[in-house]
């Protein structure tokens, strides 16, 4: 979704809303030849238009929220003009070492070695930023890492930390979760639409792992899976959502996103832009939901219900924010 700030809550402010869009491009291991996920539609969207100079290049202040191996950055960056700064987030070390050497290259581009929750304390000025993308997930050099464990077939222990240097691994979480709060995890960010199939899953993991003495490497730990689900569902590997739900709580993803979007959206310029890129159904909801929230009531709406009424539908209004949003494109 492409989103952008329309200026303090008033009752005259229409909107024209879509569904968030989703859309997933594989990472090569060479990060030279690499192909970011909707590259040129995500750096179009991005560059606010009141900044575009005579020559085609943008001025202002730019954050790429998940660096990665800098394909969008290197985008971004031979777009902007000589003025134009660039700054991204991530906390992956090889990604961050990757980013030095772009620093290096580039005097336009700075990293910052942070959750891209961290945005607000970052820039703690409000209205200084005229884009903020960021695109969800994991690359595939960190999947194809077996060190990192994040791979469903890896034979090494289940880590799925984006920063290895930093917070507890997936391994040593299972060795001390109950089977209710395994289940609630599962439940949340994976397996979402059957209650009874996390708490079977849940089960079995824990099950497997009293008798084993741990959870040694991935492969195992799918396998389990497998054997509590009991078949393959629709192509896909029966532990994929499993996988998914250990690395997004692990990391603290959602709560990192519920960061990012409240901090970022009080920081843009108006007619700024925030480009998203989700490719799972939790993460376009989090997006979703965050502007519905933060939706401004039109005129024609304003004319026709009461302030109470009003409230009711609009619950930005009862906040005192300094912002509304609008989705401009999907």
Same mark, same amino acid.
């Given at each position: 979704p492409l989103l952008q700030p329309a200026g303090p809550p008033m009752q005259s402010r229409a909107r024209s809303l879509g569904p968030p869009s989703r859309g997933l491009a594989p990472y090569a291991e060479d990060r030279q030849a690499h192909v970011p996920c909707l590259q040129k539609e995500t750096v179009d969207g991005l560059l606010n238009p009141g900044r575009r100079q005579a020559d085609g290049t943008y001025d202002g202040v730019y954050i790429d929220c998940t660096f990665g191996r800098g394909g969008h950055c290197r985008e971004i960056l031979s777009r902007l003009s000589p003025r134009g700064r660039l700054y991204a987030?991530?906390?992956?070390?090889?990604?961050? &070492?990757?980013?030095?050497?772009?620093?290096?290259?580039?005097?336009?581009? &700075?990293?910052?070695?942070?959750?891209?929750?961290?945005?607000?304390?970052?820039?703690?000025?409000?209205?200084?930023?005229?884009?903020?993308?960021?695109d969800l997930g994991v690359s595939s050099p960190q999947l194809d890492d077996f060190h990192r464990g994040f791979n469903i077939g890896d034979r090494g222990p289940p880590d799925m930390r984006m920063n290895q240097n930093a917070g507890m691994t997936v391994s040593e979480w299972l060795a001390n979760v109950r089977p209710e709060e395994l289940a609630w995890v599962i439940h949340s960010y994976g397996e979402d639409d059957d209650a009874l199939l996390s708490e079977r899953i849940a089960e079995m993991i824990l099950a497997r792992q009293r008798e084993e003495g741990g959870i040694h490497s991935c492969k195992r730990l799918a396998d389990i899976i497998r054997s509590a689900k009991g078949s393959y569902d629709d192509n896909m590997h029966p532990a994929k959502l499993t996988f998914q739900a250990l690395r997004v709580f692990i990391n603290q993803e959602m709560q990192q996103m519920d960061k990012l979007l409240e901090a970022g959206m009080d920081r843009l310029v108006m007619g700024g832009r925030f480009a998203i890129i989700t490719f799972k159904k939790k993460e376009a909801n989090v997006v979703r939901q965050f502007v519905r929230k933060h939706e401004d009531p039109d005129r024609y709406l304003c004319s026709l219900l009461s302030k109470e009424r009003l409230c009711e539908l609009y619950p930005l209004l009862l906040t005192g924010k300094p912002f509304s949003v609008e989705q401009i494109d999907s």
């Open positions: 987030f991530d906390v992956d070390p090889e990604a961050v &070492q990757v980013a030095k050497e772009l620093e290096a290259e580039d005097a336009r581009f &700075q990293i910052i070695h942070r959750p891209f929750g961290d945005l607000g304390e970052a820039f703690p000025d409000s209205d200084k930023i005229d884009g903020i993308m960021v």
